[in-house]
């Protein structure tokens, strides 16, 4: 199993979280915004603490999201797996080994059905959904892909992070620290 069961995937936005993260006993963390400067030390970094590290790659700051920026990510960072919106990005990471998870912004009816397209094109290891606070959505997607879903975005309490476990996510990820403490490892 990709998340060894980890329900709440902390995501840092900043050096700091993530030098929190790696003295934590989490296996699975994603770092969000990330500079192309430090990318690669993040990585290493995570490694070296026996991370798991899911780099997004459409944030990394520096980074042309193009074929070129897709090698680099994948042949020279490496991270355990990448996120992204774009297709090349999750194409080329798959065929470098890496765990792929495809972001899919739950905006409208329109980009649901890009979404889904992209994930039959793709066929990534897992799907993030945005906003991760509808149930009803959560199921529905979880139904379609079966693939695990990871829900993101928006998650502010305890309640939410329940109601989207229950509805079929198999982790929630949230940046939100003080959600980090409450239910690290154990079951939401």
């Given amino acids: 199993m990709i998340l060894d069961g980890q329900q709440v995937i902390p995501a840092a936005n900043n050096m700091k979280s993530f030098e929190r993260l790696l003295s934590e006993p989490c296996h699975n963390l994603i770092l969000l915004d990330s500079r192309l400067s430090l990318i690669t030390t993040m990585v290493r970094m995570g490694k070296q603490n026996h991370k798991h590290v899911f780099v997004?790659?459409?944030?990394?700051?520096g980074l042309k999201n193009d074929l070129a920026g897709a090698e680099f990510v994948c042949q020279s960072i490496r991270p355990y797996g990448i996120i992204s919106t774009r297709?090349?990005?999750?194409?080329?990471?798959?065929?470098?080994?890496?765990?792929t998870v495809q972001r899919m912004f739950l905006l409208d009816s329109r980009s649901m059905e890009t979404g889904y397209r992209l994930f039959d094109q793709v066929q990534p290891d897992m799907v993030e959904v945005l906003p991760g606070i509808i149930p009803e959505l959560i199921?529905?997607?979880?139904?379609?892909?079966?693939?695990?879903v990871i829900a993101g975005g928006l998650i502010r309490t305890t309640r939410d992070m329940k109601r989207a476990i229950h509805a079929g996510a198999a982790a929630i990820s949230t940046s939100r620290a003080e959600l980090w403490d409450r239910s690290l490892f154990g079951r939401v």
């Fill in 87 to 99: 297709g090349n990005m999750l194409e080329i990471g798959k065929k470098r080994g890496l765990v």
């Fill in 56 to 61: 997004h790659a459409d944030l990394i700051q």
């Fill in 139 to 148: 199921q529905e997607i979880r139904g379609k892909v079966h693939v695990p």
